[in-house]
C-alpha cells in the first residue's frame, strides 16, 4: 500500500474526482443527525454526571433525564491502551481499540492517524452524503488532530473523509487569501506569508486535500464577519461551540462531532480552570440543543451522543492530582448520554459498558454498520 502521506502529495484534483462516492450507488440521507460530543480534555464522573458534585448541570439535570444515561462506560483496561485525548477519541470513532499508528516522521510526532475507518468514513460509504456534512470541529492547539479526518484503511480512506472546522484550519484560509489578494500593506502580507509557512510546517497535511467549496465559503463569511486580527471570535472551547453552531446552520451536516477539550488545562495544576472548562461546555452543549431545537430541519431529527475521551486519576496525594496517564481506574471511567429521536426516555444503562459500543450505537441510529467495530450497539438504547 502506498505510504499515504506519499499518495496526498501526488494527488492532484482530477485522480481525486474518481475516488468520490459513487451517487448512483449510495443512497440519499434523511437522518436521524447525530452530534457527536466529546466531552473532551479528560473529566472524572465527579466533577460531570454526579448527581451532587456536578458542574455540568445541564447535562446532568436535564438532558440526561430526557435521554438514556450510561453512568458506567469504561475504557478497558488492554496492554497498550493509554487513557489520553486523542487515543479515547479514536476509540469513539472506530469502535476499536488501538486502532490508530503514529503518524510519523519527527516533524509529526505524537500526532495518531486511525488505521480502522471511522465513522464518517462508513457513513460517506452507505450514503450520498457530501464531506462538508460530516464535520469535525476541533481545538485550536490540537493540530494532531488534524488527522482524524480519514484512516489508512485501504477501502475507505480519503474519498470518504469527513472536513474539519478549527482555527488552524481557518488560519489557512486567510492567510493565503491575503495573498492571494494581494491588495494588504507590505507588513501585513510578510505577516501573512510567515503564519501561512508556519502553520504549513506545522501540519503538512492540513490542506492536502483542499477543502470544499462549501467550507471555503464558510470560512470566506467568518472572516467577513470576525475579520482578520483574531480578536473578535470566541476561544477556546466558546469557539468550537461558535464554529458548531454556524455550521449546523451553513453546512448542515449530518454527522458532526465537536471535540472540547478545555478541561485539559488542568494538566497546569488549576483545579478551577478544570471546573470551569466543564461549565463552559456544558453551556455549550446547551447551546447546541437549543440550537437544533429552533431549527425545522434538525428538530426532532438529531441525536445527541455525548461522551468523553477519556476519565482522570482520582489520586489527592499526588503532587499535581487530575492527571491521567498513569493507568488509573477512574482514568478508565467514563460515561455516555444520548438523547434524541430513537433513545430511550428517562432510561438509567445501569452496568459497564465499553467505550468501543459508541461507535456502533451511532452506526445503529443512522442505518449503518461499522464493520470493523468490535463493540457491540447498546440496544437497550435503540428504541
Ligand atoms: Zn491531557
Known amino acids: 500500500m502506498m505510504d499515504r502521506r506519499t499518495f496526498n502529495l501526488g494527488l492532484g484534483a482530477a485522480a481525486l474526482g474518481t475516488m468520490l462516492p459513487n451517487p448512483v450507488r449510495a443512497q440519499g ?3 436521524p443527525n447525530v452530534i457527536l460530543v466529546r466531552f473532551g480534555g479528560g473529566v472524572r464522573r465527579a466533577e460531570t ?19 438514556t444515561f450510561v453512568p458506567d462506560m469504561r475504557i478497558a483496561q488492554l496492554d497498550g491502551v493509554d487513557t489520553s485525548h486523542a487515543e479515547g477519541t479514536l476509540n469513539l470513532l472506530t469502535g476499536r ?22 465513522l464518517f468514513e462508513y457513513l460517506r460509504e452507505a450514503f450520498d452524503i457530501p464531506s462538508h456534512q460530516a464535520l469535525l470541529i476541533n481545538g485550536e492547539d490540537r493540530p494532531q488532530e488534524e488527522f482524524f479526518t480519514y ?28 495573498l492571494a489578494e494581494g491588495t494588504a500593506p507590505e507588513a501585513a502580507m510578510a505577516a501573512a506569508q510567515e503564519e501561512y509557512a508556519a502553520l504549513m510546517a506545522a501540519d503538512p497535511r492540513a490542506i ?30 466558546r469557539l468550537l461551540t461558535a464554529l458548531a453552531v454556524r455550521a449546523l446552520a451553513e453546512l448542515r451536516p449530518r454527522l458532526m462531532m465537536v471535540n472540547y ?9 488549576n483545579a478551577s480552570h478544570y471546573t470551569r472548562a466543564i461549565q463552559v461546555i456544558d453551556e455549550g452543549l446547551q447551546r447546541l440543543v437549543e440550537v437544533v431545537e429552533a431549527d425545522p430541519f434538525y428538530r426532532e431529527n438529531t441525536v445527541f451522543v455525548i461522551s468523553p ?75
Open 29 to 31: 440521507y434523511t437522518g
Open 49 to 67: 454526571i454526579g448527581e451532587a458534585t456536578t458542574f455540568a448541570p445541564y447535562l446532568r439535570h436535564v438532558l440526561a433525564p430526557r435521554g
Open 97 to 118: 481499540y488501538l486502532a490508530y499508528r503514529d503518524a510519523g516522521s519527527k516533524l509529526l510526532q505524537d500526532r495518531l492517524e486511525p488505521t480502522e475507518p471511522t
Open 151 to 178: 484512516g489508512v484503511n485501504e477501502h475507505y480512506g480519503i474519498a470518504f473523509r469527513s472536513e474539519m472546522l478549527s482555527l488552524h484550519r481557518f488560519k489557512l484560509y486567510k492567510n493565503a487569501a491575503i
Open 208 to 237: 492536502s486535500p483542499d477543502q470544499s467549496p462549501e467550507v471555503t465559503g464558510f470560512w470566506e463569511r467568518w472572516r467577513a464577519h470576525y475579520g482578520d486580527d483574531g480578536f473578535r471570535n470566541p476561544r477556546g472551547d
Open 261 to 269: 477539550q478545555d478541561p485539559d488545562y488542568v494538566h497546569w495544576g
Open 309 to 383: 475521551d477519556c476519565g482522570r486519576d482520582d489520586n489527592a496525594l499526588m503532587g499535581v492530582p487530575f492527571q491521567h496517564h498513569f493507568n488509573s481506574r477512574s482514568a478508565h471511567e467514563t460515561w455516555a448520554v444520548l438523547y434524541g429521536p430513537g433513545v430511550a426516555r428517562g432510561a438509567v444503562l445501569d452496568k459497564p459498558v465499553d467505550q468501543s459500543a459508541v461507535a456502533p450505537t451511532v452506526a445503529a441510529l443512522m442505518g449503518f454498520r461499522a464493520g470493523q467495530a468490535e463493540g457491540d450497539a447498546l440496544e437497550e438504547v435503540l428504541t
